[in-house]
């Protein structure tokens, strides 16, 4: 099938091949319809090119095939809907904020479970404990990637190795409902409808997928993504016990910052960013987040990790969160994270400048949004 004709890019095309690479069938009235059916109008767009058809679409059909087998996993084995994801300790924040050197400082311990980026779309059959890193979907795709790693330039602004942690928005993108889709396809519609849609739906995704993953793979989960600050509301539902980690930076800083990331997404699906767009887009989005996670997280015990005092004393910071948690550091993970800091594995790869000027705004522009932010957290401004 040649996913770069448009022609192929309506629902019930990508609908019929993710259900023939399956090999089961989805809820033809799921609920992941609706944001597939916007997905699907953005991908006929004459905005898309050829090759970012062609990638987006294969994508949405990944994200199909692994949506059918957890809903076809979860059927052959009732005892899943009564498996608990007790405290999950969920990170979440502004984007850019360091949540990802967290995360995989996170999984140098054994106690917690990562969801790591290979088994998030390739979820069935689950991993057991001791195939989480050496499962064979694992091993192939980090071959995949280190063949293509060297191959991109520019360096591309966020990185994820096959055996590392991920984000949960590969999860909530199997019901077409995730903010990953905005910023890969400048589309008014999406962009109104994962505004305002119930999130409801992606999270009781978003919960099947961890039960079926930790089948055999069992641990306390640790999770990220700065979108759930967005989606706050739908993910205390589902996890009304979750333990929060806040993380907070120089909202300018982050803003460039994830400006520049949605840039590099445009670039491989339309062949250059769409400057206006961005500018006009996301420093409103990123006020939301802050917006959003304020009222709903006030009257909760809440972790918040400052950018700053992070990338100055990870370890410390680690110590702050586990003493929070009520957890032990022991010294062998404590080594374990500093050998990996050392290491830089993630960090290094996003060497790239930014800035706002790059589109079109100052620091001065946005401090009516970000002022009052900056001074009720105490968040340090950046050079």
């Not at 069938?25 to 006929?44: A, H, I, Q, W």
């Not at 589902?238 to 930076?249: G, L, N, T």
């Amino acid at each position: 099938m040649d996913l770069a004709d448009p022609r192929n890019c309506y629902p019930a095309v990508l609908i019929s091949e993710a259900e023939r690479r399956a090999d089961c069938e989805l809820d033809p009235n799921g609920s992941y319809l609706e944001g597939l059916t916007l997905v699907c109008n953005g991908l006929r767009g004459d905005r898309v090119t050829s090759d970012g058809r062609k990638m987006l679409a294969t994508d949405a059909i990944k994200y199909l095939v692994n949506r059918a087998k957890i809903d076809d996993y979860h059927q052959r084995h009732l005892d899943l809907a009564t498996s608990v994801i007790e405290q999950p300790i969920v990170i979440l924040g502004l984007p850019r904020t360091g949540t990802t050197v967290l995360s995989y400082l996170f999984d140098q311990d054994p106690q917690w479970r990562s969801l790591l980026n290979w088994e998030a779309v390739q979820s069935v059959p689950p991993p057991t404990t001791a195939t989480l890193r050496t499962d064979r979907r694992c091993l192939e795709l980090l071959e995949f990637q280190e063949t293509v790693f060297p191959l991109i330039d520019p360096p591309p602004p966020h990185w994820e190795w096959a055996n590392g942690p991920t984000e949960c928005t590969f999860l909530l993108a199997q019901d077409f409902k995730a903010a990953m889709w905005e910023t890969r396809i400048p589309n008014e519609a999406y962009r109104e409808f994962i505004a305002n849609c119930d999130m409801s739906s992606a999270y009781r995704h978003h919960r099947r997928a961890l039960q079926v993953l930790q089948h055999h793979a069992p641990g306390r989960w640790v999770l990220k993504m700065p979108a759930h600050a967005f989606f706050v509301d739908a993910l205390l539902a589902e996890y009304p016990d979750a333990r929060v980690i806040w993380a907070h930076r120089d909202p300018y800083k982050a803003t460039a910052s994830f400006m520049d990331l949605v840039g590099f997404a445009h670039g491989l699906s339309l062949g250059s960013p769409d400057i206006e767009w961005i500018r006009n887009t996301y420093p409103d989005r990123l006020l939301a987040h802050i917006e959003r996670a304020r009222p709903a997280l006030a009257n909760r015990d809440v972790h918040h990790v400052h950018f700053l005092d992070f990338i100055n004393d990870p370890i410390g910071s680690m110590e702050g969160i586990y003493e929070w948690i009520g957890a032990t550091l022991d010294d062998d993970v404590r080594t374990s994270m500093t050998n990996w800091l050392a290491e830089d594995p993630i960090r290094r790869p996003r060497s790239r400048p930014y800035g706002l000027a790059e589109w079109g705004l100052s620091r001065e522009e946005l401090e009516p949004r970000f002022g009052d932010y900056v001074r009720d957290f105490g968040v340090g401004e950046e050079p």
